[in-house]
């Protein structure tokens, strides 16, 4: 009998910033519905910096500029659907964000008025960020909780 793998899904997130210091979230049109950052499944034979442009292209209609690799979420509850690891990419960006494919709405936020409520850990991915911006501390690694 064929052993039968179950393995986690890649999927990239991007903090897009704007000019004016504010940073662009999707309404999600499918479950788990809420605010999220743009992003998405990483497509095989693709590299996570194509995915997340090309996600980023996809859901708010912008070109973006990847400017650093923020970090990697991994806990397998961040999804409720399936078990996913997400890299996260802060991004820059011109222009204004239309929302298209899985985005039903997209809008820029501050920190001071995030909408609630944030899919999957994105408040957790948020709070980090907003917190490197602030301190300039990136998030320490955990050991995170294992699927039963």
Excluded: C
């Excluded at 999804?79 to 809008?107: C, L, M, Q, Y």
Aim: proline share 7%; aromatic share 8%.
């Amino acid at each position: 009998m064929a052993e039968k793998y179950s393995n986690p899904l890649l999927t990239v997130d991007i903090i897009v910033e704007l000019a004016d210091a504010t940073i662009v979230l999707i309404e999600r049109k499918n479950p788990p519905h809420g605010w999220a950052l743009p992003g998405g499944f990483v497509d095989y034979g693709e590299s996570i910096e194509h995915a997340a442009i090309r996600e980023a292209e996809e859901e708010i209609s912008l070109n973006v500029t990847l400017t650093e690799q923020f970090y990697t979420y991994s806990d397998p509850r961040r999804d409720p659907r399936h078990h996913t690891v997400s890299t996260v990419f802060i991004a820059t960006t011109v222009g204004v964000p239309r929302a298209a494919d899985d985005a039903k709405t997209v809008r820029t936020f501050r920190e001071s008025n995030l909408p609630a409520p944030l899919a999957f850990d994105h408040a957790q991915i948020l709070r980090d960020y907003f917190t490197l911006k602030k301190t300039g501390s990136r998030p320490k690694p955990e050991i995170g909780g294992k699927l039963s």
